[in-house]
């Protein structure tokens, strides 16, 4: 039996663990909070979240992801023949997200340089949809958990890959140095008299979380625990009815039709369901 996000969200509605490190240290999961909601995160999508047993634990992941990720490399995993999943810490509701290697993606390519063989081997694929899951984490509480689309959050590769073209270009003619091939922006060699020291260029992107993208449709609330997808109609409708009928079946569940901005033509708008829970 496979995963997606609806099923996903059910399972943090009935079971919701708020003070995840704690939760995952007992289990000798995590040696801290970021690991521990990746975890959480493979456990929601996995339906493994009170499963004592850590060989039944790992033969479900391994059943419901193709690819659990590497730490220098996105996304942190892919749920099989379906959609990839790039999981974010962060400590306030206001806080940026930090892409340390790589632009935010509206989608994740086979071709993206940034990934790596293993992810680009573990299914026959060319392109994945990316979930972007975002947790605002107090101490060893998780807050917040927000689930985005990046086709509804990150404009199209083009619009991040142009100025990167045009800054390595920029610096590799520069006269006189010394120059390497590289996935960075550009490493110049030998740049001191003795020929010793290189200067690596490398992206460092900066993006606004999904609460403060979306606050035309949203605002948080004061609650011990946030539940909040943005998930566009189409997309939406594509899960399987059975899913789509369990989670709006659950009465803690509120399901809103919204309208947001197309991330590459933001007058544009499109429709999207808005799922929220609290408690």
């Given at each position: ?167 390595s270009n ?20 030998r740049i ?67 309208e947001i ?19």
């Amino acid at each position: 039996m496979g995963s997606n996000t609806l099923i996903a969200i059910k399972n943090v509605v009935t079971s919701p663990i708020e003070e995840l490190k704690s939760f995952y240290e007992i289990r000798n999961r995590a040696n801290n909070m970021g690991d521990a909601l990746e975890n959480y995160i493979k456990d929601i999508f996995a339906g493994t979240l009170h499963e004592t047993n850590e060989q039944n634990r790992l033969i479900r992941l391994k059943e419901v992801f193709s690819y659990t990720g590497s730490r220098n490399n996105p996304p942190d995993m892919i749920v099989r023949n379906s959609d990839a999943i790039e999981v974010k810490k962060i400590e306030s509701t206001g806080a940026e997200l930090s892409f340390n290697s790589s632009y935010p993606k509206a989608k994740l390519l086979v071709g993206n340089t940034k990934i790596n063989e293993e992810c680009r081997t573990c299914e026959d694929w060319q392109e994945k949809d990316i979930l972007y899951a975002v947790g605002v984490v107090k101490g060893n509480h998780l807050k917040k958990l927000f689930f985005v689309y990046g086709i509804d959050y990150a404009a199209s590769i083009e619009t991040y890959e142009r100025p990167l073209d045009i800054i390595s270009n920029a610096v590799n003619t520069i006269p006189g140095k010394e120059f390497s091939p590289t996935n960075e922006i550009a490493r110049l060699n030998r740049i001191d008299p003795l020929g010793i020291t290189n200067l690596r260029m490398r992206e460092m992107w900066i993006i606004k979380n999904p609460s403060k993208v979306f606050s035309y449709v949203y605002s948080p609330r004061k609650t011990d625990f946030e539940l909040t997808a943005i998930i566009n109609t189409e997309k939406y409708n594509s899960f399987p009815s059975e899913d789509r009928s369990a989670l709006e079946n659950l009465n803690s569940v509120e399901i809103s039709d919204v309208e947001i901005k197309t991330p590459d033509y933001p007058e544009v708008l499109k429709p999207a369901k808005m799922i929220r829970f609290s408690r």
